[in-house]
């Protein structure tokens, strides 16, 4: 067999088969480390994860305090999800929740006044959302609220019930005494829109105001059509170095999203980048700032200040 001209292991610019076959060999066995220790990296990263998950899910339920037989009803729920480490994500999700419900009621007849308490406890309206409002007598309890009672002077609030003559408000804290027949305007809001009335007290307890129905008029909220999800991000403060957090984004538009904030780690105003990824293409990363925080400082609310055109039709094409 004729040697081949190149540089050999020996100093030569004729390199026999023995060497390029020793070279070769050595190639293929950096190449199996390299992909091994690619591949046992990610799987102690999932692992490590899904512990953390795990942990936050068991901290979560301490701290709600919730009974044994809720506690039997949601772990019935958790077998239901896709993999444990999305524990967590049921409970801060509704969609999620409600998706383990729904398949849980294929074989079983959960206790409704359970669930209702359970999902009170979560934070999760009792009544569906769905945007299709005419009058103040169709809104669900829990929605949140804004009480305009001059120029200045605005108090946040919720539905606390809903009756055909009257809507309760539970206000965040307590108030002067407002008197019977003072007009106020009040502002609504789910996922699409802002509803708005113009109503009449007629009574006022405490932190407690019952006010009269009156007509909706209502407002386009997003400028993006969102999308509820659930994917896996990493994401870390933009400002300074800090090592990157597990999340995951629970509804996602081309303007912004909602995510888990990873040990109630992000504040209002902060700015941060968001990185996902999936294992058929290299993913993107996108930066934002945190516009408030729901759910108790569970969830935070982002706006993306990127506006990459490529990026955006990425994320168009996940919200579609």
């Known amino acids: 067999m004729k040697p081949i001209i190149l540089l050999s292991l020996f100093g030569s610019w004729f390199a026999s088969a023995g060497e390029i076959a020793f070279v070769t060999f050595l190639i ?3 190449s199996s480390v390299i992909v091994y220790s690619y591949f046992f990296y990610k799987k102690k990263q999932r692992l490590e994860h899904a512990k953390l998950m795990r942990r936050k899910y068991e901290t979560y339920l301490l701290k709600l305090d919730f009974s044994d037989e809720e506690l039997s009803l949601i772990h019935k729920l958790t077998t239901f ?3 444990d480490e999305l524990c967590y994500h049921m409970l801060t999700n509704k969609h999620l929740f409600l998706s383990c419900v729904s398949q849980l009621k294929n074989t079983d007849k959960p206790d409704k006044v359970l ?3 359970i999902k009170r406890k979560l934070n999760f309206s009792t009544r569906e959302v769905n945007g299709n409002y005419f009058s103040s007598e169709d809104l669900p309890a829990g929605m949140p609220a804004l009480l305009i009672l001059d120029d200045t002077k605005k108090i946040s609030a919720s539905i606390k019930d809903n009756s055909k003559s009257s809507l309760n408000l539970k206000l965040n804290r307590i108030i002067p005494p ?3 027949g003072t007009t106020l305007s009040v502002y609504f809001h789910d996922n699409q829109k802002i509803f708005t009335i113009n109503t009449n007290v007629l009574e006022h307890r405490e932190d407690m105001v019952t006010i009269s129905h009156s007509l909706l008029k209502s407002q386009k909220r ?5 999308s509820n999800v659930k994917l896996p991000v990493v994401i870390k403060h933009t400002d300074y170095e800090e090592i990157p957090m597990h999340s995951y984004i629970t509804d996602l538009s081309e303007g912004g999203a909602s995510l888990e ?3 109630f780690n992000f504040k209002k105003n902060e700015r941060l980048t968001l990185f996902y990824h999936t294992d058929t293409d ?5 930066r934002g700032e945190v516009l408030r925080l729901s759910a108790k400082g569970r969830i ?3 706006k993306f200040f990127d506006r990459d055109l490529t990026i955006r039709s990425r994320i168009k094409t996940i919200v579609n």
Do not use: W
């Not at 997003?222 to 969102?226: L, P, Q, S, T, V």
């Not at 290299?282 to 996108?286: A, K, P, R, T």
């Open 282 to 286: 290299d993913g993107f990363h996108i």
């Open 222 to 226: 997003r400028a993006f059509k969102r």
């Open 115 to 117: 669930l209702e308490t």
């Open 178 to 180: 407002l008197r019977e």
């Open 28 to 30: 293929i066995l950096m």
């Open 81 to 83: 999800l896709e993999s």
């Open 300 to 302: 935070i609310h982002v």
């Open 261 to 263: 904030n990873p040990d």
